[in-house]
């Protein structure tokens, strides 16, 4: 599903009315039955309840209007607020708010000045409060006043459904323009806008229900956006389905460079994060010292002791034997647990200049790239890169708290300049691929970030991408998967107790989830 900023948006919005004679005021009509539907949803029965909408003085506005008149045509007590000069309302909005005021529907105009003990008073006896105050518009910081209005609501700890983009939150790009609302689900108009997606907007975002206005497929389909957001309708396209006559060769084979002492948990979960994404057969080659380790640990998988440099790090002095078993598999995994090391830098290297196998690069390996990006020009083969903000930091030598800012175009720039798929990890999981094409994905919590999940994700793309999906693709529904069993083992067992290895033991649920066996 295409991901828009608000200019494009505008312009399927102008599009429609303008090429196709659909009427704002219709898009807005459905727009505000989309929300009131969704209110009825969240309050379960109408009797007895009351609602308060806080509409601001554009179009956003008038979708709270909206809402406002059918909530009171099905006798629910609805207040509409008013955050602003309600003189400056014009279009579509006016109509909707001159209907309101010939029902007689209770409006309130909150001005400069109105003390927040009021608001925030009158908010205590409300059930539910609907953010209709800026939408895609919000194109500055918001002035004094209406960050009260916005702070008085949050306090209120009221759930709150905001209309379109949570207010405060730029569409445009993630970031929050002084102050923004908390909702608890946004009802996104026909495309998710990148503020409701990208961080920090996307913390502010809550539930994401994106709701059909009206705004025809042609229209959809003219605009050129490269962001898209990963859905289980898309990722169910991408899996390949299973025949009966098969036999474990036909699923992949893949061969993981990993593990090192103190880290052969590393190298046990992303092997069998590979096996539970449904690959054939995996080989992890291992320090020879510690092969008797993972023997114990791991049964569906093959181990390859090889020479070590020093006790429990893989030396280069075996690198025919690793290239050669690379050059009979589908797909590679090198670094999770490998340890950073010269060596590796030269396994890296041979393996750029001799290997055609697609290639998943984690953890040490990125490490071990941070100061020689220029082997990535040595790449034969397609190779995607897995750095959380703080690897993606050492590549780049951008600043985190810069990276997070702008994850999309960091994400963007680095994958088109190097050649590399990139996944950058984090909230909101960007990849980005050579072309251009750019996915965000929306699964996933908080509970997952710990040790090992990186691992498992590392896994589970090399097993999609030896079961022979496009590279991309394969990335980019891993992404949605690994954040599906993240989610399902943080239903299970909750955010602060899973582990990396819950995630992995969720992957057949979630897998079984999209492919339906
Ligand atoms: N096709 C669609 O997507 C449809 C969208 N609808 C709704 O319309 C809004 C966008 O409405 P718009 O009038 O463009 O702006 P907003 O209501 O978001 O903003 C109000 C208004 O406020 C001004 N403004 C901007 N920033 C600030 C600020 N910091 N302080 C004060 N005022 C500010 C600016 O001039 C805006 O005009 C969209 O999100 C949907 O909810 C349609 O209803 C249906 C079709
Ligand atoms: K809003």
Redesign the pocket.
Known sequence: MKIVN?TQ??Q??RM?IERYGIP?VL??E???IAVFQEVVRHLQNLIGKKVAIVC????????GFVVARHLFQHKVEVKVFIA?NPAVIG???KTNFEILKLLEAPIEVLSPGEGRSDLSNQLKEYDLIVD????????????AF?QDVIETINVSEKPVIS???PSGVS?ATGCI??TAVRAEKTVV??LPKLGNINYPGSDYTGEILIKN?G?PQKVIDSINSEIQMITMDWVKKIIPKRKADTHKGDYGRVYIVAGSTGMTGAAMLTCEAVLRSGAGLVKVAIPQSLNNIMEIRLTEAITVPLPELKKGVVGISDIEKIMKTMSQSDAVAVGPGSGQSRELEEVLRNIFENSTTPIVLDADALNSLANRKELLKLLKSPAVLTPHPMEMSRLTQIAVEDIQKNRVEVAREFAQKWNVIIVLKGARTVVAAPSGETFINTTGNPGMATAGSGDVLTGIITGFIAQGIEPVQATAAAVYIHGLAGDKAAAELGEYGMMAGDIVTHLPCALKEIVGK
Do not use: E, S, V
């Open positions: 608000n948006m505008k399927l919005d429609t704002g898009l807005m459905n727009a505000g601001g003085r554009g179009n956003n506005g008038g979708d602003g279009g579509d909005a209709a105050i800026f939408g895609i518009g919000l194109d500055r910081n918001i002035d209406i209309i379109d983009i569409a323009c002084g108009f026909q206005i705004i």
